[in-house]
């Protein structure tokens, strides 16, 4: 059980370059998110998907796309990177759904994808 | 949106000092988390709690879900070397409000 699985560890883009950032889960789970994590401004929402073939806007989505595959997967990507989205990237999943009740929005992290845009 | 405070922002103790940092909203929660980040690593869940007044331990580590929900504290006792990292709040709320708000952190670092 592997829990959260990003790829890759670490990028190098320049800017205008595009890149797809892969997630996947093991634990069955309904909803997976992307955040990105700067200095002093902890973790902000980028996308969130509650279930297959459904997304939805965070905090800060300008600049990325997302796609929910499967259940087990969902990737960002960067259409053309900026200076601005150097970053770190946490793929997150939990058990919960905005349509059943009861079920806390726990969510387990990956390990990260570092990116730095040139 | 909903807003969480959390503090202090940094702690500097010594190894076997006991450490309490919290979290406050500026709105009503029905579960608050706790996670843990160490250097070039995802955040790692501590503690999740999900009613209000609940106190849950998790070896030296004890969170409780305030009363009023809009607030809960982390204690970690006898801190040792390996305490060291970021240590985030998180909560959600009811209805539409369900989307996960993250505290800023609270860097701590133990001085053996």
């Known amino acids: 059980n592997a829990g959260v699985t990003q790829t890759p560890k670490f990028q190098v883009l320049k800017t205008g370059q595009s890149m797809t950032l892969q997630c996947a889960q093991d634990?069955?789970?309904?909803?997976m998110y992307w955040y990105r994590q700067d200095p002093g401004m902890g973790l902000r929402l980028i996308y969130y998907?509650?279930?297959?073939?459904?997304?939805d806007k965070g905090e800060v989505p300008n600049g990325y796309n997302v796609s929910r595959l499967n259940k087990r997967e969902f990737s960002l990507r960067l259409e053309s990177a900026a200076p601005s989205q150097t970053s770190v990237y946490f793929c997150?999943?939990?058990?919960?759904?905005?349509?059943?009740?009861?079920?806390?929005?726990?969510?387990?992290f990956g390990p990260g994808t570092r990116l730095t845009v040139l | 949106g909903q807003q969480l405070n959390q503090s202090p922002q940094s702690m500097f103790i010594q190894e076997g000092e006991d450490v309490s940092m919290n979290c406050t909203s500026s709105?009503?929660?029905?579960?608050w988390l706790w996670y843990k980040q160490e250097p070039g690593e995802g955040p790692v869940l501590l503690i999740a709690?999900?009613?209000?007044?609940e106190l849950t331990s998790n070896g030296r580590l004890t969170a409780q879900f305030g009363i009023t929900r809009k607030d809960s504290f982390l204690n970690i006792s006898a801190s040792i070397p390996s305490d060291v990292g970021i240590y985030f709040c998180?909560?959600?709320?009811?209805?539409?409000?369900?989307?996960?708000?993250f505290g800023k952190g609270t860097l701590l670092t133990v001085n053996p």
């Open positions: 998907s509650a279930s297959e073939g459904t997304t």
């Open positions: 709690l999900y009613k209000a007044g």
């Open positions: 709105s009503i929660f029905n579960t």
């Open positions: 998180a909560g959600q709320g009811g209805g539409s409000n369900y989307k996960l708000t």
């Open positions: 997150a999943s939990s058990e919960f759904s905005p349509w059943a009740s009861g079920i806390g929005d726990t969510q387990y």
């Open positions: 634990m069955n789970h309904n909803s």
